[in-house]
């Protein structure tokens, strides 16, 4: 069974930076394509970045230019590097792993950006 873990999150500052994990273990097939998304309370949840198995990236118009997504492919691992964090940023960050048969979710990582 694949295993998402998500890690990084926590309490920082309007301005500060935080660099998310998502480690992607438990299957012998890699990794596709890799997603995070967010949703903060009362909102729907919502694409943040996603990086293609061959490395090519997309963002929301909100983070593009201070958000960051890449990726390890030998180790199934991606990352999301968040840089000049506002409030309006706080949110439970999940990340998608996309399989061949199936896509799968972590848990989510809390993020608080305080003013």
């Known amino acids: 069974q694949v295993q998402v873990v998500e890690s990084g999150g926590g309490l920082v500052q309007a301005g500060g930076s935080l660099r998310l994990s998502c480690a992607a273990s438990?299957?012998?097939?890699?990794?596709?394509?890799m997603g995070w998304y967010r949703q903060a309370p009362g909102k729907q949840r919502e694409l943040v970045a996603r990086?293609?198995?061959?490395?090519?990236?997309n963002y929301a118009d909100s983070v593009k230019g201070r958000f960051t997504i890449s990726r390890d492919n030998t180790k199934n691992t991606g990352y999301l590097q968040m840089n000049s964090l506002k409030p309006e940023d706080t949110a439970v960050y999940y990340c998608n792993a996309v399989f061949y048969l199936a896509d799968y979710w972590g848990q989510g990582t809390q993020v608080t950006v305080s003013s």
């Open positions: 438990g299957s012998i097939i890699s990794m596709n394509a």
């Open positions: 990086i293609s198995s061959g490395g090519s990236t």
